[in-house]
């Protein structure tokens, strides 16, 4: 009873010194991962007219949130020193404050600080104009304004306080650093306020230490360390809203039809037991794999031998039936016309 009564209660696990999430004693981390968000994007972005008039909006945030998670990407090495059971680091992460989320693109937890990471890949010369609140890009002539990032991360330290006071999680100061993690930009600031908190990748180990250094003794032991980064995981929600939603598509607009792995030409022809392009003549055993995991991304997990048809321009009951069962990662439920396939994540693999 007693161990039942501490996996409902965190907190009281940890003054009766329980370990309920069984932890070693190594980095925890939450990985950095391709979000759901982007391979939904790209699955849109290869089944939507170029001439349809959400296209290039599609294409204008496929680009953005690639240049964020490329950027997070790009911390993977500088973020090797920070290795140890006393750090921990959790990659993207969402919490909703009442009202509104907030996402932060990386979380340090320590016994002294957690520092909130606002990473920005972005190239060109960048002037921070915080009389303005603005980041100014110059790049290839052309100079477009930003939102300043320090606003961001200010207004994220704040929320993330308030969220964990809310929680009555244990105290200890919240930190921000805005990581410019383009190789190539050029960094132009105002003011000497502004430029300590915008750093290079290459400055995350010293800034870490240095707050390290600055808080001699620790606010936290291991245990509420752990705890805090337990219920930062815990309440994390990814965001894995339908494109189609987000973008007022129907299924109309979708382009079906399985597509040719190396020209790109669709849909392809079933014949003889495999997929044959048109266009290259290139023939394939499984590439009806790949429109699967787009159906998957664009329409949920689920589908019918009726939508197998519909979306891979199928006439055949019986060749859907034998595609969908022959498929690996795919679970049968139901009966007859009840019948419902349920796609795995892992379809494209």
């Known amino acids: 009873m007693q161990i039942l009564w501490c996996r409902r209660n965190i907190a009281a696990c940890v003054e009766l010194s329980i370990n309920p999430l069984n932890w070693s004693d190594e980095m925890i981390v939450k990985k950095l991962v391709l979000p759901r968000q982007i391979s939904k994007l790209q699955a849109l972005s290869k089944r939507l007219r170029a001439s349809h008039d959400k296209f290039t909006h599609v294409q204008n945030d496929l680009g953005r949130f690639l240049a964020g998670y490329n950027g997070e990407k790009a911390l993977q090495f500088h973020l090797t020193p920070l290795s140890s059971k006393d750090t921990h680091l959790l990659h993207n992460v969402r919490l909703f404050h009442g009202k509104q989320f907030s996402q932060m693109d990386l979380l340090i937890v320590t016994r002294k600080f957690v520092l909130i990471l606002e990473v920005k890949y972005m190239s060109g010369m960048l002037h921070f104009d915080r009389s303005f609140g603005q980041l100014v890009q110059h790049k290839n002539g052309v100079e477009r304004a930003f939102t300043d990032p320090m606003f961001q991360l200010e207004r994220q330290i704040h ?29 132009k600031g105002d003011s000497s306020k502004q430029d300590s908190s915008i750093i290079r990748p290459a400055s995350i180990v010293e800034r870490v230490a240095q707050l390290e250094e600055h808080y001699r003794e620790p606010f936290i032991s291991i245990a509420e360390m752990k705890k805090i980064s337990h219920e930062f995981m815990r309440w994390d929600e990814s965001h894995d809203e339908s494109v189609l939603q987000t973008y007022k598509l129907d299924k109309e607009d979708i382009l079906c039809g399985v597509i040719c792995n190396s020209c790109g030409h669709m849909p392809l022809d079933r014949i003889h037991g495999s997929w044959r392009c048109g266009n290259c003549t290139l023939r394939m055993k499984t590439a009806h794999h790949s429109a699967l995991s787009d ?28 595609l969908l069962q022959s498929t690996p990662h795919l679970t049968k439920s139901g009966h007859y016309k009840s019948t419902v396939y349920t796609i795995s994540e892992q379809i494209n693999l």
């Not at 159906?295 to 197998?308: A, D, H, S, V």
Request: no cysteine.
């Open 159 to 187: 929320l993330l306080t308030d969220w964990m006071e809310k929680r009555y999680l244990p105290r200890i100061p919240v930190h921000g650093l805005v990581v410019m993690s383009h190789p190539h930009a050029i960094l």
């Open 295 to 322: 159906y998957f991304l664009l329409f949920g997990p689920t589908i019918t031998n009726r939508e197998m048809r519909w979306f891979f321009h199928i006439q055949s009951t019986f060749l859907a039936n034998r």
